[in-house]
């Protein structure tokens, strides 16, 4: 019964739901008890969700400095396109590596990748934020329900104390 919401921690299993482009989706804990049985499992269970927030926030870091690039890079290619189009509108007879036709036509479709790329980076930083506010709280979820079980056994000794005759505080005499 644990081990069947562990199957979304491993990010390498190929069974785990990803997004369109791949990033696998965190696990949600509704029910802590159905995805830790013990406390022993509790410290390797943070341990894995603290890893998967690594490589959640490390993706994020990869895909800000890919939008800042694409970002850069939109405006160059729009730019460089503007200019193609006036020296086809101009019919200007100047060298280039590429008739004009074929310029424009490569411009356009480099600015049209671009411009998916950028929307799908966006998406994707939506995507990993959201996953890594899950893993936070499913971390906090794992770490309050030990919290919980620790009070629980800590409350059951002194129950067992008090019914074997030995005082479990000091008295007031």
Same mark, same amino acid.
């Given at each position: &019964?644990?081990?069947?919401?562990? +199957?979304?921690?491993?990010?390498?299993?190929? *069974?785990t +739901?990803?997004?369109?482009?791949?990033?696998?989706?965190?696990?949600? %804990?509704?029910?802590?008890e159905d995805?830790?049985?013990?406390? /022993?499992?509790v410290?390797?269970?943070?341990? @894995?969700?603290? /890893?998967?927030?690594?490589?959640?926030?490390?993706?994020? &870091?990869?895909?800000?400095?890919?939008? +800042?690039?694409?970002?850069?890079?939109?405006?160059e290619?729009?730019k460089?396109?503007?200019? %193609?189009?006036?020296?086809?509108?101009?019919?200007?007879?100047? &060298?280039?590596?590429?008739?004009?036709?074929?310029? =424009?036509?490569?411009?356009?479709?480099?600015?049209?990748?671009?411009?998916?790329?950028?929307?799908?980076? =966006?998406e994707?930083?939506?995507?990993?934020? *959201?996953?890594?506010t899950?893993?936070e709280?499913?971390?906090?979820?794992?770490?309050?329900?030990e919290v919980? !079980?620790?009070?629980?056994?800590? @409350?059951?000794? =002194? %129950?067992?104390?008090? !019914?074997?005759? /030995?005082?479990?505080?000091?008295?007031?005499?």
């Amino acid at each position: &019964m644990a081990t069947a919401g562990r +199957a979304p921690a491993s990010i390498g299993n190929d *069974e785990t +739901a990803t997004n369109p482009r791949g990033i696998p989706y965190a696990p949600f %804990v509704d029910r802590v008890e159905d995805y830790v049985a013990t406390r /022993e499992e509790v410290e390797p269970t943070l341990r @894995s969700f603290q /890893e998967m927030i690594s490589k959640y926030q490390f993706m994020e &870091m990869n895909l800000q400095r890919r939008m +800042a690039g694409l970002k850069d890079k939109i405006p160059e290619i729009q730019k460089t396109l503007d200019t %193609v189009r006036f020296l086809k509108l101009r019919k200007a007879n100047v &060298m280039l590596s590429y008739t004009t036709d074929e310029a =424009e036509t490569l411009l356009s479709s480099k600015l049209a990748t671009a411009n998916t790329s950028l929307s799908h980076c =966006e998406e994707d930083l939506d995507f990993l934020r *959201e996953q890594i506010t899950t893993m936070e709280v499913a971390t906090a979820r794992v770490y309050n329900w030990e919290v919980v !079980q620790k009070r629980k056994d800590k @409350s059951g000794e =002194e %129950v067992t104390k008090g !019914q074997s005759g /030995e005082k479990t505080g000091p008295s007031k005499n």
